[in-house]
């Protein structure tokens, strides 16, 4: 099972924690499953917990369209035992408030 929320972009915990996710682009050819890894990181970008995950195409798709796109890093494989953990800027670009404050609009003032 998964404990990622896929019904709230915003992945802030209240001990201000922050999710990253690494996610296989392709499924298991035998399982048929994405595996993904979810990366807990503190205020001090510190990883503090990483559990990996087998999801169904169903959920994948769910995951990738509720988290914006600095929350995950999309990898071209079916497996991400050769991948290694996030470098400084993919965390750093994670914590970032300008990234993850959702404007949700065009830039157009209305007339």
């Known amino acids: 099972m998964h404990d990622f929320d896929t019904n709230n972009s915003c ?3 209240k001990d201000g924690n922050k999710n990253f ?3 296989c682009h392709f499924a298991d050819p035998d399982t048929g499953k ?3 890894r979810k990366f807990v ?3 001090d970008y ?3 917990k990483v ?3 087998t ?3 169903k959920l994948f798709k769910k995951l990738l369209e509720t988290k914006k796109d600095h929350e995950y890093k999309i990898y071209s494989t079916y497996d991400l035992s050769n991948v290694n953990y996030p470098d400084p800027s993919d965390i750093l670009l994670r914590k970032s408030e300008l990234l993850g404050t959702n404007y949700d609009y065009s830039g157009f ?3």
């Open 11 to 13: 992945s802030l915990s």
């Open 21 to 23: 996710y690494q996610v």
């Open 34 to 36: 994405y595996h993904v």
């Open 41 to 43: 990181i503190n205020s």
């Open 46 to 48: 510190i990883i503090k």
């Open 51 to 53: 559990k990996n995950y």
């Open 55 to 57: 999801i169904n195409k």
């Open 109 to 111: 003032a209305p007339f």
